[in-house]
């Protein structure tokens, strides 16, 4: 069984920064990529950012593109988001998730099959 924990998230004014961290239990976390999405209030789950699993390849949210960093750490089990120039829309829970194997298709929910419990991030204006 895959566990995912989800840490990091908090209040930040505007302009401000946070970095989000994954933590996975299990083996074989370096095989698989890994993706983060995000839900805001009244609005579906979306995806903000993926990673490979040998870190050469990202993908970004084009909301996030140049202002998030999605990166891993095989060695520690996890996965970060390091999220700067925060915006009030950005607030939201985020989510990790493990894609699941076969093609790599970063931003559909439906590829991921473990999830996180989410951190919530709230961003003030």
């Known amino acids: 069984q895959v566990q995912l924990v989800e840490s990091g998230g908090g209040l930040v004014q505007a302009g401000g920064s946070l970095r989000l961290s994954c933590a996975a239990s299990g083996r074989t976390f370096s095989t698989y990529a890994m993706g983060w999405f995000r839900r805001a209030p009244g609005k579906e789950r979306e995806f903000v950012a993926a990673i490979s699993w040998s870190s050469s390849s990202t993908y970004y949210a084009d909301s996030v593109n140049g202002r998030f960093t999605i990166s891993r750490d095989n060695a520690k089990n996890t996965v970060y988001l390091q999220m700067n120039s925060l915006k009030p829309e950005d607030t939201a829970v985020y989510y990790c998730?493990?894609?699941?194997?076969?093609?790599?298709?970063?931003?559909?929910?439906?590829?991921?099959?473990?999830w996180g419990q989410g951190t919530q991030v709230t961003v003030s204006s």
């Open positions: 998730a493990r894609h699941s194997t076969g093609r790599w298709s970063p931003t559909r929910l439906d590829k991921y099959d473990y």
